[in-house]
């Protein structure tokens, strides 16, 4: 398939809580898994090593915060606007709690 192809099927407006926790609990084992390597890395104490850890475990945090969303029912509401979240963006940033303007706003 063609990257210029256009798509045939319709991309839904709104990721379902399924979906929205099988990419999630992919994002999460995948950085419990860096952790794990650079957790072995630190041993060398490396500044960077360090970094890339904090930033790991950062982003696991938005993970979990993620997931509660999910449960609670309020995944995919940007928390600055309360629009939905347009599907591509948690596709490709699965625990965003923003859309692209709010997110722009808040940083």
Not at 64 to 82: N, P, S
Not at 92 to 97: D, G, K, W
């Amino acid at each position: 398939m063609s990257l210029d192809a256009p798509r045939t099927e319709p991309r839904p407006e709104r990721v379902t809580a399924h979906e929205a926790r099988q990419r999630l609990e992919h994002a999460r084992s995948t950085r419990l898994t860096q952790l794990q390597a650079l957790d072995e890395a630190e041993r060398t104490l490396d500044p960077l090593v360090s970094a890339q850890k904090a930033a790991l475990e950062r982003v696991l945090k938005e993970i979990d915060a993620a997931l509660t969303r999910v449960d609670d029912g309020t995944y995919g509401t940007c928390l600055g606007c309360a629009k939905p979240v347009p599907a591509e963006r948690l596709e490709i940033l699965p625990y965003t709690r923003y859309c692209v303007a709010c997110q722009r706003s808040a940083a």
